[in-house]
T-cell receptor, first 117, second 116 residues
Framework: AQKVTQAQTEISVVEKEDVTLDCVYETRDTTYYLFWYKQPPSGELVFLIRRNSFDEQNEISGRYSWNFQKSTSSFNFTITASQVVDSAVYFCALSEDQTDSWGKLQFGAGTQVVVTP | DTEVTQTPKHLVMGMTNKKSLKCEQHMGHRAMYWYKQKAKKPPELMFVYSYEKLSINESVPSRFSPECPNSSLLNLHLHALQPEDSALYLC???????????????FGPGTRLLVL
């Protein structure tokens, strides 16, 4: 069963627009971690953020911000004032604190963000 | 420094060839991973090494053979591959915490493999 859902396949925006990427996850664990990674066309997965299930504080890092809501099992990601360099595929991922799932990052399908000048 | 390096960047091989992919990290991480990523899909976990021992094998065909010669190096030996094995192969590394909880995985740039 899909544990991480990124319903948006592709989002196209014009530079300087804000863009929000949705991520909904499913787990029965009380302890888990959520991640966002960026994959530009070059292919490398770039780590952006990690959040544990006990830390619902929203976070801002420059033009990036994240909204974690356990009540709705969502971990959404917003890029403010988008730039062409933000064009990439963004993956949300879940890690559960179970011995038999150690080392397994469960990725969503990814959202392609296209920022045009 | 959160750098994971992979060589080669691109590889073209025939179905009868034997080749190896290499991955290196110098962050002191004791867990290393191989992922396979097909176009427009998320990465899929293949293998996990923890303290140089294979801890997870996600039912990968035996034509893929991983090796972890030391804590900094991870290899993936390829033999008799099929065209459907063409993909981006990503290596990652992470710390290993005492509680076995997942630490952040840092990825390399990948090797783009084409099997003819």
């Amino acid at each position: 069963a899909q544990k991480v859902t990124q319903a948006q396949t592709e989002i196209s925006v014009v530079e300087k627009e804000d863009v929000t990427l949705d991520c909904v996850y499913e787990t029965r664990d009380t302890t888990y971690y959520l991640f966002w990674y960026k994959q530009p066309p070059s292919g490398e997965l770039v780590f952006l953020i990690r959040r544990n299930s006990f830390d619902e504080q929203n976070e801002i890092s420059g033009r990036y911000s994240w909204n974690f809501q356990k009540s709705t099992s969502s971990f959404n990601f917003t890029i403010t004032a988008s730039q062409v360099v933000d064009s990439a595929v963004y993956f949300c991922a879940l890690s559960e604190d179970q011995t038999d799932s150690w080392g397994k990052l469960q990725f969503g399908a990814g959202t392609q963000v296209v920022v045009t000048p | 420094d959160t750098e994971v390096t992979q060589t080669p960047k691109h590889l073209v091989m025939g179905m009868t060839n034997k080749k190896s992919l290499k991955c290196e990290q110098h962050m002191g991480h004791r867990a290393m991973y191989w992922y396979k990523q097909k176009a427009k899909k998320p990465p899929e976990l293949m293998f996990v090494y923890s303290y140089e021992k294979l801890s997870i094998n996600e039912s990968v065909p035996s034509r893929f053979s991983p090796e972890c010669p030391n804590s900094s190096l991870l290899n993936l030996h390829l033999h008799a591959l099929q065209p459907e094995d063409s993909a981006l192969y990503l290596c990652a590394s992470s710390q290993v915490s005492k509680s076995a909880r997942l630490e952040t995985q840092y990825f390399g740039p990948g090797t783009r493999l084409l099997v003819l």
